[in-house]
């Protein structure tokens, strides 16, 4: 279960940031509410997930899937390219992530 709650917790750290982003500087108040609950919601999973897997395994994994899935809701967006380097490089983290979990 606690995996799945980092991975649950790594999502959600594409919406805060995407949220912070969209706040225009905390001036927009809709995206920094989001922004709050999200980044409260993916710490609290964060940490939650640390007390079974380790330190920084957890964080590794959290970081990790964030990363992966801001640039892919970014690309879903249009507001960044993906191009078939930056396809691969994605796919080697997941990659790498995946990894982690079989070894842990």
């Known amino acids: 279960m606690a995996w799945v709650i980092l991975i649950a917790a790594g999502l ?17 108040w809709r995206p920094t509410v989001l922004f709050v609950v999200a980044m409260l919601a993916s710490m609290g999973g964060l940490a ?11 964080y590794a994994v959290w970081v990790g899937v964030g990363a992966v899935a801001t640039v892919a809701l970014q690309a ?29």
């Open 12 to 28: 959600l750290e594409a919406v805060w940031a995407t949220a912070m982003q969209a706040s225009k500087g905390f001036r927009r």
């Open 48 to 58: 939650w997930a640390m007390l079974e897997i380790p330190t920084g395994t957890a």
């Open 76 to 104: 879903a967006r249009g507001k960044e390219g993906l191009t078939v380097v930056r396809s691969l490089l994605l796919v080697l983290l997941v990659g790498c992530l995946v990894g982690l979990k079989l070894v842990s």
